[in-house]
Structure formats: C-alpha cells, structure tokens
C-alpha cells in the first residue's frame, strides 16, 4: 500500500545517510492535514510574532513579502513514512523574524499558530536552524492551497507536522506548551532520524 501511495523504500546506499529509518522514497507529494483547506484572504490576512519578545510585530501579506529573501533545498519527512529529497522552498529565513521580533533571553519555545486553531511546538534551539524557513514558494511557484497557501513554516529536521500549514503567528514562551498532534499522543521530539514518532505516555 505505502508503495502505491508513496513511492518505494530506498535501497540505494547513496541515500542511506538521508533517508531515516522506516521511511519511504517518494515523487509525489501527499497532501494530509486534518480538517478543512481554509480560504485565504490576502488583504484581510497578518502575521504576528508575540510573547516573549521586545518587538511585538505584525505584518500584512506585501509586509511579509517586502522582507529579505532566502532560498532552501532540502530533504522532508512525514510521520507517515514518506520521504521526498531534494524539496526546493523560498520564502523568509526564520533567524529574519527572530531579529525583527528581538527575543528576550527567556524565550525558550515557540509555538506556531495556523488557521483554524491548529498550532505546532518546537523549542528555540530547533527553531534557530540555518535550514529552518516560512516559506510561501514551493519548487518555484506559490503554494497550492492543500500545501498551505500562503505560508508554511519549514522545519526539515523534524517531521512535517512541526510546520504548520496556513501559519498565521508565532508566541515564544518560557515554557513548553503542546501543538495539536502532542495532544493526541504524537512525539513532542519528532526526530525522524529516532523514529520518534508517538509518545509513550
């Protein structure tokens, strides 16, 4: 079934140091998300950084598109146990936000808050990676909606569930504070490479 759905395990040794544990090789690009695709309105539509910062911000869509640019290619995993190499994204660096919004030193987490009261946690050391992006550019054209139109925040060194489609804020706190898919019994780790997929309690 995974290799209908998917595409198939990889058995090139090539690929071995990039492609994690139980995870298969794919072309495609599965669409899974709970709930609904929402309808975006760009003249209505912001994104807010709050919390534990000393610049609060918020930024409408020609805001957001007016800040520095960053490119990043990179390999994704879902928890489902698809793996797509070589993904291509644009969009803004995170560490561009994180200067902007001027955290304090008791920032220590972020949680990122989407559309339809959907939110994902990582701690700021995951967070503040080179690769890490809010990305509104996939393989060179806008997201499709089923992606995340008009933003998503990338982070590849986790499963794809920590960045969150159709992201709308970011509230760093001092503490840890479970997303959506922690709440029902995901990994709060989601480190592909651990096949960290489900928590034990």
């Known amino acids: ?7 198939n395990r990889s058995t090139d040794p090539a690929l071995a140091d ?10 495609k690009f599965p669409v899974l998300h709970y709930g609904s695709v929402p309808r975006v309105d760009l003249a209505t539509w912001d994104f807010r950084v709050w919390g534990e910062v000393d610049n609060p911000i918020r930024l409408t869509w020609s805001e957001f598109q007016a800040l520095p640019r960053k490119q990043v290619t990179t390999d994704i995993h879902c928890v489902t146990r698809w793996s797509k190499l070589d993904t291509h994204w ?19 987490f972020v949680v990122g808050h989407a ?14 990676d080179d690769d890490v992006l809010l990305a509104d550019t996939f393989e060179g054209a806008p997201l499709e909606p089923d992606h995340g139109y008009p933003l998503r925040l990338i982070v590849p060194k986790r499963y794809f569930w920590k960045g969150p ?14 997303g959506f898919w922690e709440r029902y019994g995901y990994s709060n780790g989601a480190d592909p490479w651990k096949e960290d997929r489900f928590s034990d309690g």
């Open 1 to 7: 079934m995974f290799d209908r759905l998917f595409g």
């Open 18 to 27: 990039r492609v994690p544990p139980g995870q298969y090789v794919t072309e």
């Open 90 to 108: 644009e969009g803004v660096a995170i560490q561009t936000i994180l200067e902007l919004a001027q955290l304090r030193p008791s920032a220590r």
């Open 115 to 128: 559309e339809q009261g959907y939110t994902a946690n990582v701690p700021l050391e995951v967070l503040d």
């Open 165 to 178: 489609k159709w992201i709308r804020g970011m509230e760093f706190l001092t503490h840890d504070v479970l």
